[in-house]
C-alpha cells in the first residue's frame, strides 16, 4: 500500500471505540471526501422526484414541449451526475475499508512477531486469525458509517425541506415517521443476525464434522465404520435443517417486514397526498414528487440502520482486536539488561546440574523427551530460570542479543511458505553457496534436486509439499545456516532414516566445527559421535562422558540407548 | 503424488439441478406461484397512483371519497404484498434448506465411496475445500440468496410485462432503452468470476500469512524472522489490495452504466409519452403509471446484481460438488475367497507418474512371520507398504494373498485379511469409545481397554469420563497418544497380516520398543510387517527386506544380511558400534 504503516499507539488501543476513531482519523482526507461524497450523492436522489414532477406539471400537462424537453433533458443530467457521485463515492469508501482492513492486519501480524514464544501461551493461532480476518472485514465495513451515514442524515433533513415547500402537513409526517421506522426495523434487523447465530454455530460443528470424517477417510476405509459416521452426519444434517426452517420462518418475516414497512408508510403517505391534491392544495405535479420523495427514503433510512448495527458489531470485533494488541511478551527487555557476554562462554543451567561446554558438539539423552525439551527452554532463555551464560543470569541478557547468539531449534517448528532459499537463508542475507552447504549439511541435497526448480523452488506452508523427515532436515538446514555462536537443537533427527542419520551427524560436526552445539536424542547413531554425552534423568543430569563410558559405567544408559530388553527392564 | 479430484462438466451439472429440481416439484410449482402473485400484487402501487392522477384531473374538488377508497386500496395491496413476499421466501428458504441437506449428505456418501486408490491418492485439502467451502456456499445461495433472487427476478418481470400492457408502445420504448443493461451485464460477468476467484485466492493468502505467522510465533522469536515475516505480510496484502482493486475497476464500469441505463428509459417514456399525449392517444396517468414502473425497475434489478456473483459462485461450488460423482467407482469385487494367508508379490511395478517408484518386486511373505523392511528415504518402501496392503495395485505384476488379487477384495473382506497402519492417523472428534470400537464395532468395554493396556496407553485411565471422553476439544491427545490409538485399533479389528509403516515413529524410543514388543505379543501367530527406521526393529524380525532406489537389494535374515557383508551389514555396524 501507499500509505506508510504507522502501527497503533497504546492511546488507540486502550478502547473498542478509541481504535474505530484512530482507523478513521489516520486516512482523514479518504474519510472527509468520503463524508462528502456520501452527503452529495444521497442528497442528489432527492432531485429526480423534483425534476419529474417538474416536467409532467410544465411540460406534459401544459403540452409545453420545449419545457418538457429542457426537464427531460436536466432529469438525464442529473442521472449522470448522481452515477459519477455514486461511483466515485463506492471507490472512496472501498478504499476507506481497505485501508482499515490492512491496517490492522499489518497491526497484528507485527504484534504477532512481537508476542513471539509468548502467543501460544495466550491465544490460538485460529483465534489470531479470526482476529486478523474476520473481525478486520467487520470494523472495515463499520466505516461505511463515516460516508453514506453521514449522508444519510443530510438527506433526510434535504427531504424534509422539500417537502415542506410543498406541504406543512406532509413534511410533518416525514419528520416523525422516518425516526419511528427506523426505530422500528432497527431491531428487526438485529433480530436477523441473532438467530442467524445460533444456525452457524450448528452449520460449523455440522462443517467440522465432516472435515472430521473427512480426514479420517484412511482410517475409516482400512478399519470399517464408514455406514456409522455417515449416519451420524446425516442425523446432524437433518437437525440443520430443522433449525433452517426455523430460522428461514423468522428472517422472511423480519425481510418482508424490513421492506414492507417502509412501503407501507409510502403507501400512507401517498393516500394524504392524494387527498390534499384533491383538495387541490397540491398539484398533481407535486403528488408524483412525494411520491418519488418518499420511496427514495428508503435509501437512507436503510443505510442509517445498517450503519447502526455494523458500528455495533464492530465495537465486539474491536474490542477483541484492541485486547490482542494490548497483550504484552513474557519476556522483555527491561531498565536493568544487561549485555551478553564474550565468545566462549558456556551455559550453566542449576536446575538439571548441566554445564554446556563451549565449542563442542554435546548430546543430551533423557529417558523423557518433555524433561530434554524444558531444559532446552532454559538453556536457551525461552522462560524465567536462573540459567546464565557465562555467569551472567540469562533473564537478565538484553534480548536481542540472547537470540542472535544462542539459537534453539524446535523440532516442531514453523516452516514458512516461500522459496527453499528464502526458507533456508532466514534471517541471514545468505549467498547461494551458504544456503546449499547448509543443505548439504543437513543431507537434504537430495531433497532439494527433487524439486523442480531447486533452491527457487517454493516450500508449501508448514512444508506441507514435503514429507515428515524431509522437513525435519529442512529445519535443520536452515538452524545451520544461520551459524549462531550456541546452536540447541530438539530431535533433529527423529523422523530421519538411519542411513541418513548416519551421514547428517558426521557432517553437522563438520559444519559445526569450533562453535557450540547441543542436540537432544537417544540415537547412538549421534550420541557416538558426540565430543560429550550428557545422562539426563528425570530432568537432572546423572553422569556425563563419552557414549562408549557411558555404555559401560551407566546400565540405566545403556538400556536407554541399546536394543536390550533384560537391561531396560534392570533399569526400571 | 496427489492427483487432482473432478468436476463436474456443465452438462452433468444442468442433469444433477433438474434433478435436485424434480425431487421437489410440489414445492417448486407453490414457491413460484407466491412469487408471481408476491410480485403481482406489488406492481398495484404505481398504477393505483396513475388512477388517482386520471381521477383527480378529471373532476378535481368532487372526488375525495374515490380518493379515498384507491388510497385505502393502495395501504391494502401493500399489507398483502408484505404477506404474501414473506411466504415467497419462507416456502422458497425450506426449498433450500432440504435441498442443501441433500446436497451435502450426497458428498459425504460420496466421498465415503471413493476407491481407497483415489482417496489416497487424492488431494486432501481439496476434497476438504469442497465439503466446506463449497458445500457452504452452495447451502447459503440455497436458502438465501436464490429465493431472494427468485422473487426479484419475478418482480422484474411483470414490471416489464405491466409497462407492455397498460400500454404496449411506452413499454416497448422503455425497454428498448434498458438493453444497454443486458450488454453491460454481459461484459461483467465474463470477467467478475476470474476477478472474485483471485480476490478469494489472495485473501486465503492472506489469512495463511496471519495463521503461520500466529502459529509459528515462537519459531519467528527463535530464528529472528520478524522482518521475513513482515515481507511476507507486505507482499499479501499488495496482492490482495491488487485484487481488490481490479474488482473495483470492473464495478467502476458496470456501476455508472446500470445507473444510467435506469434514467435513459424513463426519459424516453416522458418524450414518447408527451407526444402521444398531445395527440390524445394516451392518457396522463398512463404516462406517469408507466415512468414510475420504469423508475421502479431499479430495486428488483440492483437486488439481482448484489447476489449474481454470488449465484455465478455457487454454480461452480456445485459443478465441484458434483465432480464427485464422476469419480469412476470401484472395479467389481471378486468373490474368490483366498486359499491360505501368504501375501506374494510378482513383479510389481508402481509409478506416481514420472519414473517408476518401484521397479520389479518379487517377494513372498509366510503366514506369520515378522518381516523388516529397511532403507533409504525415496527407497519405495511405504509404496510398496500399499500394495501389500491392496490399498492401491501395481501397474504391472501382481499382489495376491491366499492367490486371490488383493485389490479385487471388497474393503470388508480386505480388512479382515490386511490393516496398513502408518504415521498418519486420525482421532474422531469423538468418544474414546466409538473411536476404537470403528475397528470391532461388537467389542466390550474389557476387550477395549485390553487394547489400549498392550499399546501402552496408559493416560487412558486418567480421563476424566474413562472411554465415554470425548477426544478433541478439551481433550486433545498429543501425537504419540493418537498412535496408539491407532494401534489399538489395529488389535481390535484383528486382521491377519498387519503392515506397520512407521508406525511407532512418533512414540518416544523406549515406548515405542515396548508397544512393537507387546504389539508383536498380541499379534502372535499373525504376519507383521514393519516398515521402519529404527534398526532394533529390523534386528527383532525373521527376516529383513532392504530397498533401494525401487528394488529388494538383500533379503534374508538378520544373520545372513551381515554375514553378507552388504549395505545392512555396514548400516548395522555403525549402529551397532555405536550402540556399545
Known amino acids: 500500500m501507499v500509505d506508510a504503516f504507522e502501527p497503533p499507539g497504546p492511546a488507540a488501543t486502550k478502547s473498542p471505540l478509541r481504535y474505530l476513531w484512530w482507523l478513521t482519523v489516520s486516512q482523514k482526507r479518504r474519510t472527509i471526501t468520503g463524508a462528502v461524497l456520501g452527503s452529495s450523492w444521497m442528497v442528489g436522489l432527492t432531485i429526480p422526484p423534483c425534476l419529474l414532477s417538474r416536467a409532467i406539471d410544465e411540460g406534459l400537462r401544459a403540452h409545453d414541449t420545449v419545457a418538457l424537453l429542457g426537464w427531460v433533458a436536466a432529469l438525464f443530467a442529473v442521472g449522470v451526475v448522481n452515477a459519477g457521485l455514486a461511483i466515485s463515492r463506492h471507490r472512496t469508501m472501498t478504499k476507506v475499508r481497505l485501508d482499515a482492513a490492512f491496517r490492522t492486519t499489518r497491526a497484528v501480524v507485527r504484534h504477532s512477531t512481537i508476542l513471539g514464544a509468548t502467543l501460544p501461551r495466550r491465544v490460538t493461532a485460529g483465534e489470531v486469525v479470526t482476529i486478523g480476518m474476520a473481525d478486520v472485514q467487520t470494523m472495515a465495513r463499520s466505516l461505511t458509517a463515516t460516508g453514506p451515514g453521514v449522508g444519510a442524515v443530510v438527506a433526510y433533513a434535504v427531504v424534509a425541506m422539500l417537502l415542506l415547500s410543498i406541504s406543512p402537513l406532509l413534511a410533518t409526517i416525514i419528520l416523525v415517521g422516518v425516526p419511528l421506522l427506523a426505530i422500528a426495523i432497527g431491531p428487526l434487523l438485529s433480530r436477523i443476525q441473532r438467530i442467524g447465530g445460533s444456525y452457524r454455530e450448528q452449520q460449523g460443528a455440522l462443517t467440522a464434522r465432516l472435515v472430521d470424517i473427512v480426514t479420517g477417510l484412511r482410517v475409516l476405509g482400512g478399519l470399517g465404520g464408514k455406514d456409522t459416521y455417515l449416519a451420524r452426519y446425516r442425523t446432524q444434517s437433518q437437525a440443520l435443517r430443522a433449525t433452517g426452517y426455523r430460522v428461514g420462518a423468522m428472517t422472511s418475516w423480519l425481510d418482508s ?316 | 503424488m496427489t492427483a487432482p479430484l473432478p468436476v463436474a462438466p456443465p452438462a452433468e451439472v444442468r442433469r444433477a439441478a433438474r434433478r435436485d429440481i424434480a425431487r421437489e416439484r410440489g414445492t417448486f410449482v407453490v414457491m413460484m406461484l407466491l412469487n408471481v402473485l408476491a410480485a403481482g400484487v406489488g406492481l398495484a402501487g404505481p398504477w393505483l397512483l396513475g388512477v388517482i392522477v386520471d381521477t383527480v384531473k378529471a373532476s378535481p374538488h368532487a372526488v ?91 418482480q422484474a418481470l411483470l414490471l416489464i410485462a405491466a409497462v407492455l400492457i397498460i400500454d404496449p408502445l411506452l413499454g416497448v420504448c422503455g425497454l428498448g432503452c434498458l438493453a444497454v443493461i443486458t450488454a453491460v451485464l454481459r461484459w461483467y460477468l465474463r470477467r467478475a468470476r476470474p476477478a472474485y476467484l483471485a480476490l478469494g485466492a489472495a485473501s486465503s493468502v492472506v489469512a495463511e500469512v496471519l495463521s503461520t505467522t500466529a502459529g509459528g510465533a515462537r519459531t519467528i522469536e527463535a530464528l529472528g524472522l520478524q522482518r521475513l515475516r513482515a515481507e511476507a505480510t507486505e507482499r499479501a496484502i499488495a496482492a490482495s489490495r491488487g485484487a481488490q482493486l481490479h474488482a473495483l475497476s470492473l464495478r467502476t464500469v458496470l456501476y455508472p452504466t446500470l445507473d444510467i441505463s435506469y434514467t435513459l428509459p424513463l426519459v424516453g417514456v416522458l418524450i414518447l409519452g408527451a407526444v402521444l399525449y398531445a395527440h390524445g392517444l394516451t392518457t396522463l396517468g398512463t404516462v406517469i403509471a ?133 504415521q498418519e492417523h486420525h482421532v474422531f472428534h469423538d468418544s474414546l469409545r466409538d473411536n476404537l470400537r470403528l475397528a470391532h464395532p461388537g467389542a466390550t468395554d474389557a476387550q477395549l481397554r485390553a487394547a489400549l493396556a498392550t499399546v501402552g496407553a496408559r493416560w487412558a485411565d486418567e480421563l476424566p469420563d474413562g472411554l465415554d471422553t470425548v477426544i478433541g476439544g478439551a481433550h486433545q491427545l498429543g501425537g504419540a497418544e493418537a498412535q496408539q490409538v491407532a494401534l489399538a485399533r489395529v488389535i481390535l479389528a484383528d486382521p491377519h497380516t498387519v503392515i506397520l509403516d512407521e508406525a511407532t515413529a512418533l512414540l518416544d524410543a523406549t515406548t515405542a520398543r515396548g508397544t512393537e514388543r507387546a504389539l508383536a505379543a498380541v499379534l502372535d501367530g499373525r504376519t507383521v510387517i514393519a516398515i521402519a527406521h529404527r534398526l532394533q526393529t529390523a534386528h527383532d524380525a525373521d527376516r529383513v527386506v532392504v530397498m533401494d ?32
Open chain 1, 257 to 572: 417486514l424490513g421492506t414492507g414497512l417502509p412501503a407501507l408508510f409510502l403507501a400512507v403517505v401517498t393516500w394524504v397526498a392524494a387527498r390534499l391534491a384533491a383538495e387541490g392544495s397540491i398539484s398533481i405535479g407535486e403528488l408524483v414528487a412525494v411520491y418519488g420523495y418518499v420511496a427514495m427514503l428508503v435509501v437512507p433510512v436503510a443505510s442509517f440502520i445498517e450503519s447502526g448495527s455494523d458500528l455495533a458489531r464492530a465495537v465486539v470485533s474491536a474490542r477483541r482486536v484492541t485486547r490482542f494488541l494490548r497483550m504484552t511478551p513474557d519476556q522483555a527487555d527491561g531498565p536493568g539488561s544487561v549485555d551478553a557476554p564474550p565468545p566462549g562462554c558456556a551455559l550453566f543451567d542449576p536446575a538439571s546440574g548441566i554445564e554446556v561446554r563451549p565449542g563442542v558438539l554435546t548430546a543430551i539423552a533423557g529417558s523423557r523427551l518433555a524433561d530434554s525439551v524444558a531444559l532446552i527452554d532454559r538453556l536457551g532463555g525461552f522462560c524465567d530460570s536462573g540459567a546464565t551464560w557465562g555467569g551472567v543470569p540469562l533473564s537478565g541478557i538484553v534480548l536481542g542479543q540472547l537470540r542472535e547468539r544462542v539459537l534453539v531449534a524446535d523440532n516442531d517448528a514453523e516452516l514458512f511458505a516461500g522459496t527453499v532459499r528464502e526458507t533456508v537463508a532466514g534471517r541471514v542475507d545468505a549467498r547461494d553457496a551458504a544456503v546449499w552447504a547448509a543443505v548439504h549439511a543437513a543431507v537434504a541435497d537430495d531433497i532439494v534436486e527433487a524439486l523442480p526448480a531447486g533452491l527457487d523452488s517454493v516450500v508449501l506452508s508448514h512444508g506441507g509439499n514435503l514429507s515428515g523427515g524431509q522437513r525435519q532436515r529442512l529445519r535443520l538446514a536452515r538452524a545451520i545456516c544461520a551459524a549462531p555462536e550456541i546452536l540447541l537443537a530438539v530431535e533433529p533427527t527423529s523422523a530421519v532414516d538411519a542411513h541418513t542419520e548416519a551421514l547428517l551427524v558426521a557432517r553437522l560436526r563438520t559444519a559445526r566445527a569450533g562453535r557450540t552445539t547441543v542436540v537432544t536424542t537417544t540415537s547412538p547413531l549421534i550420541l557416538d559421535q558426540a565430543d560429550a554425552v550428557i545422562y539426563l534423568v528425570d530432568g537432572r543430569q546423572v553422569a556425563t562422558g563419552r557414549h562408549r563410558y557411558l555404555m559401560r559405567a551407566e546400565p540405566g544408559y545403556r538400556a536407554l540407548v541399546s536394543r536390550e530388553v533384560e537391561v531396560e527392564v534392570e533399569a526400571r
Open chain 2, 64 to 154: 375525495l371519497g374515490t380518493v379515498d377508497r384507491l388510497g385505502a386500496t393502495i395501504v391494502a395491496v401493500t399489507i398483502a404484498h408484505l404477506v404474501l413476499s414473506r411466504y415467497a421466501l419462507y416456502v422458497g428458504a425450506r426449498f433450500g434448506e432440504r435441498t442443501a441437506a441433500r446436497v451435502r449428505e450426497r458428498f459425504l456418501e460420496r466421498s465415503l465411496a471413493l476407491p481407497a486408490r483415489v482417496a489416497e491418492r487424492s488431494d486432501l485439502g481439496d476434497l476438504l475445500a469442497r465439503g466446506t467451502t463449497d458445500i457452504n456456499s452452495v447451502a447459503g445461495t440455497l436458502s438465501s440468496a436464490a429465493p431472494t433472487v427468485l422473487i426479484n427476478g419475478v
Open chain 2, 290 to 422: 408507466a415512468a414510475l414502473y420504469l423508475r421502479q425497475l431499479a430495486s428488483p434489478i440492483d437486488n439481482i446484481m448484489i447476489w449474481i456473483e454470488q449465484l455465478q459462485i455457487a454454480g461452480a461450488s456445485y459443478a465441484r460438488v458434483e465432480g464427485l460423482a464422476t469419480v469412476p467407482t470401484e472395479q467389481p469385487h471378486s468373490t474368490a475367497e483366498p486359499t491360505g494367508d501368504r501375501i506374494e508379490v510378482t513383479g510389481a511395478h508402481y509409478s506416481y507418474g514420472h519414473g517408476d517408484v518401484l521397479r520389479g518386486i518379487d517377494l513372498s511373505v509366510r503366514a506369520g512371520e515378522r518381516l523388516a523392511i529397511v532403507g533409504p528415504s525415496g527407497a519405495g518402501k511405504s509404496t510398496l507398504g500399499r500394495l501389500l496392503a491392496g490399498v492401491d495395485g501395481p501397474h504391472t505384476g501382481t499382489v495376491t494373498v491366499g492367490r486371490v488379487p488383493i485389490g479385487h477384495l471388497a474393503p470388508d473382506r480386505l480388512r479382515r485379511q490386511v490393516v496398513l497402519v502408518t
Open chain 2, 549 to 580: 532406489a525401487g528394488l529388494i537389494t538383500e533379503l534374508g535374515r538378520h544373520e545372513d544380511l551381515i554375514a553378507l557383508g552388504g549395505t545392512y551389514a555396514r548400516l548395522w555396524r555403525s549402529w551397532h558400534d555405536g550402540g556399545r
